[in-house]
C-alpha cells in the first residue's frame, strides 16, 4: 500500500521560512516523480514542482523562482521544499505527488500525471 505523507505546514510571518517534507512508502522511490503542489480554496490545484528520480528539478512558478528549493534524498524516501521569504499570496494547501514515468518538464504541472498523492499540509503566512 503506497502512502504519501506531507509535514512541516504551518503559520509563519512575511518574510519567513519554512521547510515540507514529504514521505513516500510503498513504492520504489527512485522510480518515481515527485511533484509538489498548491491549491487555495476556490482555485485550481497549480504545480510547484516536479523533481525526476535523479533529482533534476523543474520549477512551474516565476513567482517562486529564488524562494523555493526542491531536494529529494531518496535513501529517505523524502522529498522537500526549502520555502523562505514567505508572501501572504504563498498562502495554500500544499500537496506532494508520485508519479510513475513522468517527465517534468511541460508534463510535470499536470495534477492527472500522477498516481499518488498527500493529504496536504496548510501553509499559512501573514502579514
Known amino acids: 500500500q503506497v502512502q504519501v505523507v506531507e509535514s512541516g505546514g504551518g503559520l509563519v510571518q512575511v518574510g519567513g521560512s519554512l521547510r515540507l517534507s514529504c514521505t513516500a512508502s510503498?513504492?520504489?522511490?527512485?522510480?518515481?516523480?515527485m511533484a509538489w503542489f498548491r491549491q487555495v480554496p476556490g482555485k485550481e490545484r497549480e504545480g510547484v514542482s516536479c523533481?525526476?528520480?535523479?533529482?533534476?528539478?523543474?520549477y512551474y512558478l516565476d513567482s517562486l523562482k529564488g524562494r523555493f528549493t526542491v531536494s529529494r534524498d531518496n535513501a529517505k524516501n523524502t522529498l522537500y521544499l526549502q520555502m523562505n521569504s514567505l508572501k501572504p499570496e504563498d498562502t495554500a494547501m500544499y500537496f506532494c505527488?508520485?508519479?510513475?514515468?513522468?517527465?517534468?518538464?511541460?508534463?510535470?504541472?499536470?495534477?492527472?500525471?500522477?498516481?499518488?498523492w498527500g493529504q496536504g499540509t496548510q501553509v499559512t503566512v501573514s502579514s
Open positions: 523533481s525526476l528520480g535523479s533529482g533534476t528539478t523543474t
Open positions: 505527488a508520485a508519479g510513475l514515468r513522468v517527465f517534468c518538464g511541460i508534463f510535470g504541472a499536470r495534477s492527472d500525471r500522477y498516481n499518488y
Open positions: 510503498g513504492l520504489t522511490f527512485d522510480d518515481y516523480s
